[in-house]
């Protein structure tokens, strides 16, 4: 089944043509990874889904995006209640000066109802074991998050997202600032996580995009150059250009 959705999607940075007719479909409980050399407008992509580059100047979108038979691009979207269900993870884990527990219930204070202290803990429980680092510290729940090891911000930083139910994860560099163990753990954590998430994640790296995604997108100066399975675009890709790039003759 199909997420998500897009046809007919251009958007311009000002003058600057950045995505070009972009039409594609994002599979349901799939790992989508996009890969493509720096500029090619990967995040661009990405940033859509949830509206984010609507916080730079002088952006203008085309097309539609339609997640849940809504075409969120549309001027009546409610931005708020679009980025609850679909979730960001930035590149660099960014935890908030606040508790380990604060952190995870912070969405739920924010976009819920006043929630009782005993479903909120019940949240925090739940998000922790889904990123599996409930063992890990559920007696130091009150202890600052800035103090956790970068995968465990980084888990930590997913639990926080998911806290809040949403739909879809966006992962943008997920691990590009992990070392080659906790890659492969936060890899493992996202085959977990697709059993109950879309997910589409951003990687400048082929290799875990081969070993983590179920279907892959190339993209190159802001056009969708191939999507398919990921197999088949690693061993059989359509296209010269995506060849080139995976075999290390482009970029």
């Not at 998430?197 to 983590?212: E, K, L, P, S």
Request: net charge neutral; glycine share 8%; aromatic share 6%.
């Amino acid at each position: 089944m199909t997420k998500i959705i897009t046809n007919g999607l251009n958007l311009f940075y000002g003058k600057f043509h950045a995505l070009k007719n972009v039409n594609s479909g994002f599979g349901e409980n799939r790992i989508t990874a996009i890969i493509g050399p720096s500029g090619c407008g990967k995040s661009t992509l990405l940033r859509v889904f949830n509206r984010m580059n609507d916080l730079i100047d002088g952006v203008r979108t085309e097309g539609e995006v339609v997640i849940g038979e809504k075409n969120i691009l549309a001027p009546a979207t409610d931005l708020v209640a679009l980025r609850k269900k679909v979730g960001m993870v930035f590149q660099r884990p960014n935890p908030f000066p606040l508790s380990i527990y604060e952190n995870i219930v912070f969405g739920e204070r924010i976009h819920g109802d006043k929630v009782k202290d005993d479903k909120l803990d019940e949240i925090a429980e739940k998000s922790l074991r889904d990123v599996l680092l409930w063992d890990e510290l559920k007696d130091r729940l009150n202890e600052p998050a800035l103090r956790l090891s970068l995968e465990q911000k980084q888990r930590l930083c997913i639990a926080r997202v998911i806290a809040v139910k949403p739909d879809v994860l966006l992962m943008d560099e997920p691990c590009s600032t992990l070392d080659p163990n906790a890659t492969q753990r936060v890899e493992e954590l996202m085959r977990e996580l697709k059993n109950k998430y879309t997910i589409i994640i951003v990687t400048h790296n082929m290799q875990q995009a081969a070993r983590v995604s179920d279907d892959t997108g190339f993209m190159l100066l802001g056009e969708l150059i191939e999507f398919g399975n990921t197999e088949t675009v690693f061993t059989a890709p359509s296209d010269k250009r995506t060849e080139d790039y995976i075999t290390g003759r482009y970029g």
